[in-house]
């Protein structure tokens, strides 16, 4: 089992910064990636950047420039740095780790931090 908690969300006005935490703790050998997802009201959820063992990161399209996803391994952190934030990334943002045994994934989610950002 993995337990992920997340800090670090507020309401800033568009242009602004933010910076989200998740903080892993249990099993987290077991991990082969972690990232960010995000969901607004009325909205399914997506996935915003995710970040390999090796460190290999992946971004939203709209998110590309402004979002850098980065880990601490001592910290056994990983962190969603936001800049030039808009008004349309207003959500619950997620932190999720996954595993996988032989080919079954399973997924681990934290409880959400809700980001608001003011036009």
């Known amino acids: 089992q993995v337990q992920l908690v997340e800090s670090g969300g507020g309401l800033v006005q568009a242009g602004g910064s933010l910076r989200l935490s998740c903080a892993a703790s249990?099993?987290?050998?077991?991990?082969?990636?972690m990232g960010w997802y995000r969901q607004a009201p009325g909205k399914q959820r997506e996935l915003v950047a995710t970040?390999?063992?090796?460190?290999?990161?992946n971004y939203l399209d709209s998110v590309k420039g402004r979002f850098t996803i980065s880990r601490d391994n001592a910290k056994n952190t990983v962190y969603l740095q936001m800049n030039s934030l808009k008004p349309e990334d207003t959500a619950v943002y997620y932190c999720?780790?996954?595993?996988?045994?032989?080919?079954?994934?399973?997924?681990?989610w934290g409880q959400g931090t809700q980001v608001t950002v003011s036009s």
């Open positions: 249990g099993s987290i050998f077991s991990i082969n990636g």
């Open positions: 970040i390999s063992n090796g460190g290999s990161t």
């Open positions: 999720n780790a996954h595993q996988y045994v032989l080919v079954v994934r399973s997924d681990y």
